[in-house]
């Protein structure tokens, strides 16, 4: 399946990997290049210089290109893009802000910058200020997330701008990504299914929460201040939601998620932990290699968009 973003990117299939915290180390992103999709480092809440560290690491496990998720409300953001520039990445993807403020110096040193939106308004605003491509990221996905579904987000997204879209939230295998393609993406970028993989450098625990979860598992909290974040439910979501309902403020409530996602991806500790993880995490039912995951969603996709109905 060649688009433009298997042509923009240099990859062999249109499927980029999320760049999810704490989760979208080297391991994962070198397994998910080598297996002829875009690999991604997360920046997340790290220091520039543990993300050069992991660049470093994952050059060394991968001669396919690979990108770096710079997550825009990181109070490292300043450093970790510029360690991108120096370090010679060639894509970025930037996740909760507007990355307006790097684009020119990204330009200037040939990355390929795709901005993850979760609005039509700040897909135009991002292709005004010279992004190359989209996510268009429904409210699906795990982790910080927006308002609109896949569904309705994804086709906006497409006749708003010219760039190639990519579809994020809610897909995990050659059905959604098919979906995503008659919607109009020319990609999908997936988070959830690479979590329960065995090249991700997460806690057994965690990966079973998710092989183990049903359709409604899900939770959002942070949705009374502003900063909703989807999780598989528990301890800390009951916690969360309940205090949430009594009013309590961001503030008051940060104990709750302070540290909270290492915990969960490194120790396992999936009650009171925070298990990001998408809708889709309920169909998710077994641990497989990247290189599966991604051969089995190229081959059912394609499947599916040449059958005759
Ligand atoms: O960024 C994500 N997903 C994330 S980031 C993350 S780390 C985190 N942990 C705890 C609390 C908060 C963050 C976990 N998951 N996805 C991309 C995404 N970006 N989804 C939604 C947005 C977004 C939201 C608002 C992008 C832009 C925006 O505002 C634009 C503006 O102009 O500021």
């Given amino acids: ?4 973003v298997t042509e923009l990117l240099g990859i062999e299939y249109p499927i980029i990997q999320g760049g999810m915290a704490w989760v979208a180390e080297q391991h994962l992103a070198a397994a998910v290049a080598n297996a002829g999709g875009l690999g991604l480092l997360g920046g997340a809440n790290a220091p520039g210089e543990v993300v050069r560290d992991m660049i470093r690491k994952c050059r060394e496990m991968t001669q396919k290109p690979f990108g770096v998720n710079v997550m825009l409300m990181s109070p490292y953001a300043d450093d970790v893009a510029k360690v991108v520039i120096e370090e010679g990445i060639k894509v970025v993807t930037t996740g909760a802000g507007n990355p307006a403020k790097y684009m020119d110096a990204w330009k200037a040193a040939g990355i390929k910058v795709i ?30 997330i927006g308002e609109a579904t896949t569904m309705t987000l994804v086709p906006q997204v497409v006749d708003a701008v010219d760039i190639p879209v990519i579809a994020a939230g809610g897909i995990a295998d050659g059905r959604g990504m098919a979906a995503a393609f008659m919607l ?13 993989s065995t090249e991700a450098q997460v806690h057994d625990a965690y990966k079973e929460r998710i092989v183990a979860s049903k359709d409604i598992d899900s939770a959002v909290t942070g949705r009374s201040h502003g900063h909703p974040v989807r999780c598989l439910r528990n ?35 999936v009650q009171k932990g925070t298990v990001m ?33």
């Fill in 184 to 196: 109009g993406a020319e990609g999908v970028q997936i988070g959830t299914r690479f979590v329960a």
């Fill in 235 to 269: 301890q800390m979501t009951r916690e969360y939601v309940k205090l949430e309902a009594e009013g309590k403020t961001m503030e008051e409530l940060e104990y709750l998620t302070l540290g909270s996602l290492r915990k969960a991806v490194q120790e396992g500790d």
């Fill in 115 to 144: 901005p993850v939106v979760a609005s039509v308004a700040h897909a135009k605003l991002m292709q005004k200020a010279g992004a190359d491509a989209i996510v268009a990221e429904g409210t699906e996905s795990g982790g910080h």
């Fill in 1 to 4: 399946m060649k688009t433009r």
């Fill in 277 to 309: 993880a998408g809708q889709i995490a309920g169909m998710i039912h077994d641990i497989k290699s990247c290189q599966e995951i991604i051969t089995e969603l190229n081959r059912d996709c394609e499947a599916l968009l040449h059958k005759q109905w």
